[in-house]
């Protein structure tokens, strides 16, 4: 008997080809199965979409070829996957096969059946010794950073066993319990948010014996103590970890343990919301609001948004997002109750939040970098054995080099940005193209010499630091020890492991570093956090700008003063608690005044109040078209001519299409950038129109317009406008 199964195959993003094509096969295939099958010249990875006895009526069986191999020896995907699938492409504007296709490991696709069957041996082998209380994968890679990565969570625990919980944690877990709607974890920094995640995971864990969890970090080389920690207690259960950091081959492995069941719990990056997990019964978004969530390339998704979509399509699973600085789309949720929202404001052991310092640059001594008052109270907590963090959201030695007679700055030539001055080995990088140029001894120019830095960044920032704070000693008679940890510090495997435990150990007194540093991590002996210039974000014109920088400053302080024992005893001894400085020229914006208060739900209700008179999210929709071409008047061409073709249907459907605009950086390796916003007060309207869209532009791509465009693409809830 003949059976033809329509298969869901990997084409060319803005492919006119059907992601699902039609082949033939002599046997019945479920829905799930992975298969080869001819494409072109080639064959592909594809997964059966559905399979009848009939061919579909606008296909001839002459055109039909067959496929070419099943992947029998492997489970097939289930049917809440392909869903899952299917509306991540069809919300983001992309095939299903590519989003599908993308979903998998690489490594799948270069397998044959009879390879994938020894793969899956040996996994089924691994997962054996697992269960008899081996290391697991990601146990195992801990280990391979071991003497380390000890250290690195030396300061958290590791315990194998729950921590009694603290009254605020206990309520959050008996009300988890009892919804069944997504839940927002609204812990504040050091309330315990993980520990929350742990118990939640270990009681659904052991309530069927092939219960899994999903848990979502947003980078995870940041979080090692997160990793061990879930490691540690769940062990005998299988700990795997997804993310892009893995080889291929890892990755290939781990993706099998999930989709076998033989890992019970994955911790991975924003990619892993896709993993196979047929019996997931949690998905956990540790830090919900961290932008790195959302895809920018691609099928752009948003792994957040995704994780809640795919809960609320599995029958008895749950999703819970964590966050002291929830982002305004998640509050909102649970102020029209779509979302439960559940408050944790204490911290564990009852230590006080920072206390807000607040420095006006306006009364500081001309070019003052950090205020002397901020120094000094730096020094003087490192002399006592208390560490500071600073935070400076720039990296290199300094933005800009600039010729005072001519006026020549380090304009990178192929993109739309200067080149930034990095001293350590006197290069010129563009932070946008990489292009990696020496220092020139004298202006390009005009060949004066004397070529001038404009602006700080972490590295300067460092050097000045360790030079003002050279003749301070700590108690031990030791000279202070100032580090940085930024994306130049931590380019080579290992360092950000190596870095972090320094610091945990205590073996750096005041680390500089970039929004890297006040992510999640736990340290323990920090007591001071200092911001020393974020102003910049006061007045951007991203109309998140407001939000996130509240969100980091928040998070910033949330490193501070964490070791509620250790406070008290300071504070005893008649020292400062915990402090937040933040220098800034506008001291007086209310941002500031519901920062002093720790008070994000004022301030959120307040910026909340703004998006809905300006109509902006989370109470409209908006997406982005984008085009990048050889000149900006290509790319805006296309732009425009889109608009036309579509503003009658627009109007109707009541979606406001703006001007094409070039992006704040428009140009990048000579690559010319624009991009106009689509907005719409329903959602479903937007995806209404955004799918009719979508044909027009794939006919306007083979117009003189269109194919003097590089690539287009459409950006569904889009981060940065
Ligand atoms: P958050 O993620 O909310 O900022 P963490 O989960 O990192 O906070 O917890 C902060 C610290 O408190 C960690 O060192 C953790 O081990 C500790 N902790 C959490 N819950 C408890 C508890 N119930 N008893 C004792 N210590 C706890
Ligand atoms: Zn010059
Ligand atoms: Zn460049």
Not at 282 to 302: F, N, T
Not at 466 to 488: F, I, M
């Amino acid at each position: 008997m003949a059976y033809w199964p329509t298969v869901i195959v990997a084409t060319p993003a803005h492919s006119q080809l059907s992601h699902a094509l039609s082949y033939a096969c002599d046997q019945e295939l479920a829905p799930g199965t992975l298969v080869r099958v001819p494409l072109g010249k080639r064959d592909t990875l594809g997964v059966v979409s559905s399979c009848g006895t009939e061919l579909p009526a606008n296909v001839q069986a002459v055109n039909v070829k067959p496929i070419s191999e099943v992947l029998d020896g492997l489970s097939p995907l289930n049917a809440e996957w392909l869903q899952l699938m299917r509306f991540a492409a069809k919300y983001y504007q992309r095939g299903v096969g590519e989003v599908a296709l993308a979903a998998l490991p690489p490594e799948l696709r270069k397998l044959d059946p009879t390879q994938l069957a020894r793969r899956l041996k040996r996994n089924a082998k691994a997962a054996g010794e697992a269960h008899h209380g081996e290391a697991t994968d990601a146990a195992e890679q801990v280990e391979d950073t071991s003497r380390e990565h000890k250290h690195a969570s030396s300061s958290s625990d590791t315990n194998a066993t729950a921590l009694e919980a603290s009254p605020e944690q206990a309520h959050a877990l008996a009300h988890i319990e009892a919804t069944t709607q997504p839940i927002l974890l609204f812990g504040a920094t050091g309330s315990g948010k993980t520990e929350v995640y742990l118990q939640t995971a270990a009681k659904l864990l052991a309530s069927s014996p092939n219960a899994q969890v999903l848990i979502l970090v947003p980078e995870i080389n940041l979080t090692p103590q997160l990793e061990s920690r879930f490691s540690s207690r769940f062990a005998a259960y299988g700990v795997v970890s997804l993310h892009s950091g893995l080889t291929p081959a890892q990755r290939l492995q781990n993706w099998l343990s999930a989709h076998l069941g033989a890992a019970r719990i994955v911790l991975g990056t924003r990619m892993a919301v896709f993993a196979s997990m047929p019996h997931l019964r949690l998905i956990v978004v540790d830090e919900e609001h961290d932008p790195s969530y959302k895809s920018q390339e691609g099928a752009r998704y948003s792994a957040r948004d995704l994780a809640v979509y795919r809960s609320h399509a599995i029958a008895g699973c749950r999703v819970l997002l964590g966050s002291a600085t929830p982002s305004l789309e998640t509050w909102h949720a649970t102020e029209t109750g779509r979302y439960q929202r559940l408050a944790m404001p204490s911290r564990i052991g009852g230590a006080a939040l920072p206390k807000l310092r607040l420095v006006d640059m306006g009364k500081q001594p001309k070019q003052t970098v950090i205020a002397p008052a901020l120094l000094d109270a730096i020094a003087e907590r490192a002399q006592r054995g208390e560490q500071s963090l600073l935070l400076l959201n720039r990296r290199g030695y300094a933005p800009v080099l600039s010729c005072g007679d001519c006026g020549w700055k380090s304009q990178c030539p192929h993109c739309s940005a200067h080149r930034v001055f990095h001293k350590i080995d006197r290069s010129l990088r563009c932070h946008h193209c990489g292009l990696h140029e020496r220092v020139p001894h004298a202006c390009p120019d005009c060949g004066n010499v004397d070529i001038q830095t404009v602006g700080r960044g972490t590295e300067q920032l460092e050097e000045l630091l360790a030079d003002k704070l050279a003749k301070h000693l700590r108690a031990d008679g030791h000279a202070l020890r100032v580090a940085r940890l930024d994306a130049d510090t931590t380019r080579h495997k290992g360092e950000l492991t190596t870095q972090l435990a320094a610091m945990h150990a205590g073996e750096v007194d005041v680390l500089v570093g970039t929004q890297m540093v006040a992510k999640g991590h736990d340290f323990r002996g920090i007591t001071l956090v200092a911001a020393i210039n974020p102003d910049g974000a006061l007045f951007a014109s991203d109309f998140r700008a407001p939000e996130r920088l509240f969100a980091l400053l928040m998070q910033a302080a949330g490193r501070a003063g964490r070791d509620a024992v250790k406070m008290a005893q300071l504070t005893a001894q008649g020292n400062n608690g915990a402090e937040l400085w933040v220098q800034t020229w506008h001291p007086t914006h209310p941002l500031f005044a519901a920062l002093a208060k720790h008070d994000f739900a004022g301030f959120t209700t307040t910026e909340l109040v703004e998006r809905e008179a300006a109509m902006l999210p989370p109470f409209a929709s908006q997406a982005l078209l984008r085009a990048d071409a050889k000149s900006q008047a290509a790319a805006q061409t296309f732009l425009n001519q889109a608009r036309d073709a579509a503003n009658a249907v627009a109007e109707e459907m009541g979606v406001g299409i703006y001007p094409a605009v070039p992006l704040t950086i428009a140009r990048v390796a000579n690559v010319e950038r624009a991009q106009m916003l689509v907005e719409c007060a329903n959602r479903a309207t937007l995806q209404k129109f955004l799918a009719q869209w979508h044909t027009t532009l794939h006919e306007l791509r083979a117009t003189p317009a269109g194919k003097a465009i590089i690539r287009w693409a459409i950006d569904v809830d889009p981060l940065a406008i």
